[in-house]
């Protein structure tokens, strides 16, 4: 049971560039998660979903898009990267009751 | 909106000291409350939770209760280790999704 797996781990991208931060969760929830955490802000959500085929933006979803195909994947894409963009990221998937967090994606945009 | 408010940090204490960090939180209905703490270069970690007024989380040695009359979350601990370093983030839950909103993280710094 590896619970929520995320990679890269480390990315730098340069701006304009285009990247896919993978996620997968192997414990059946059916809600997901994505967060950014900058330094001294805490963590905003950026996308959730309830289940396969379903998503909604959170409070930070600009310059960010997902799918959700499967109860396992809920892959964050990045168009056209921006420095604002530089971030750690974290997915998460839950029970009703707790929040189990990847162990994030460090990301720089130059 | 539903908010938290944490305790600015950093918070430094030597070993054995006692710890309180205030959250306080600002929420329509009744959420249920959260402390997750986050290890250097980790995720974040369920540290404990209540569910309802006057309800009492622990775990690890650290206590929070849930005080619906002054909206506050405070975690407390009465001896911190140097492995208690870390950044601690309160935590509600906000509507049927079970989306966590949190607080701006603490970070604790405990020295031998």
């Known amino acids: 049971n590896a619970g929520v797996t995320q990679t890269p781990k480390f990315r730098i991208l340069k701006i304009g560039q285009s990247m896919t931060l993978q996620c997968t969760q192997d414990m059946n929830h059916n809600y997901m998660y994505w967060y950014r955490q900058d330094p001294g802000m805490g963590l905003k959500l950026i996308y959730y979903?309830?289940?396969?085929?379903?998503?909604d933006k959170g409070e930070v979803p600009n310059g960010y898009n997902v799918s959700r195909s499967t109860t396992e994947d809920f892959p964050l894409r990045l168009e056209l990267a921006a420095p604002s963009q530089t971030s750690v990221y974290f997915c998460?998937?839950?029970?009703?009751?707790?929040?189990?967090f990847g162990p994030g994606t460090r990301l720089t945009v130059l | 909106g539903d908010s938290v408010t944490q305790m600015e940090g950093p918070v430094t204490l030597s070993e054995e000291a006692f710890l309180t960090i205030n959250c306080t939180y600002t929420a329509t209905g009744y959420p249920s409350l959260f402390w997750y703490v986050q290890y250097p270069g980790e995720g974040l970690q369920l540290l404990l939770k209540?569910?309802?007024?006057?309800d009492k989380g622990s775990n690890k040695g650290f206590e929070a209760t849930y005080r619906k009359e002054t909206t506050s979350f405070h975690l407390e601990k009465g001896s911190v280790q140097v492995s208690d370093s870390a950044v601690y983030f309160c935590a509600l839950n906000s509507g049927a999704t079970n989306k966590l909103i949190f607080g701006t993280g603490t970070l604790l710094a405990v020295q031998p």
């Open positions: 209540a569910t309802k007024a006057d």
């Open positions: 998460a998937s839950s029970t009703m009751d707790e929040q189990f």
């Open positions: 979903s309830v289940g396969a085929g379903i998503t």
